[in-house]
């Protein structure tokens, strides 16, 4: 069974820029939740989608946006990008949200901005 | 708000040694999980072990086991017998019923050969 998948692993984007990345979860799980990571905050909860829907958001501004589409896939957007969104992305699925469910993460999207 | 709180940056074990990560956490929620993940160098996270707060024993996978004790609000994670690819960034996490998982800071575990 495949594992969760990420595109691109490294980007460098330029201040200003937008940039989407994209997230395959596991086959069958439907819960796709994104973090990102940077060594000052250390891990921190973007957004949560279930069924193409959000269900949780962390405390992030509106430049950061995420989506779900009907085969789980999800993708996040960061527009305007500035030099502190540089940091590992890292996104995780399970089966559905919630509970004990287990999240399984992808090897991430370092993404970097000069 | 749930908090969950790593006291310990790095940690150095002897090969072969017992090692115990601490966890400390708070909610108000009496239904909640914890986690605890690895984190290589090479960035990707991998689950190691779930406990739940109404299980009534200790979660055991493999060479990993969680100390849970409820009334202090602790979540150790116990590495038996270390071994030189177990030296990593480790994490733990919780989450509450319908929330997002939050993590704590983290533990970087070397392994001396």
């Known amino acids: 069974k495949a594992g969760v998948t990420q595109t691109p692993r490294y980007l460098i984007k330029t201040r200003g820029q937008q940039v989407t990345l994209s997230c395959s979860p596991i086959s069958g799980h439907r819960s796709v939740s994104w973090y990102q990571q940077t060594p000052g905050q250390g891990l921190q909860f973007l957004f949560e989608y279930f069924s193409e829907t959000q269900r949780n958001k962390g405390n992030f501004p509106g430049r950061f946006s995420g989506r779900q589409f009907s085969n789980s896939r999800s993708e996040m957007n960061v527009s305007t990008l500035e030099l502190g969104d540089s940091a590992l992305y890292l996104c995780?699925?399970?089966?559905?949200?919630?509970?004990?469910?287990?999240?399984?993460f992808g090897p991430g999207t370092r993404l970097t901005v000069t | 708000a749930q908090k969950i709180t790593q006291t310990q940056p790095g940690m150095f074990v002897q090969e072969k040694e017992a090692v115990t990560l601490d966890c400390t956490y708070d909610t108000s929620d009496p239904s909640y999980g914890l986690f605890w993940y690895k984190q290589p160098s090479s960035g990707e996270m991998i689950f190691l072990i779930y406990q739940g707060s109404y299980d009534q024993q200790n979660a055991t996978e493999g060479r990993y086991s969680l100390n849970f004790q409820k009334a202090r609000k602790s979540a150790n994670l116990v590495i038996s017998a270390s071994q030189l690819g177990d030296s990593a960034m480790y994490f733990c996490a919780m989450r509450e019923r319908a929330s997002k998982i939050i993590f704590g800071s983290g533990t970087r575990l070397s392994i001396r050969p």
């Open positions: 995780a699925s399970s089966l559905v949200p919630g509970g004990n469910n287990e999240q399984y």
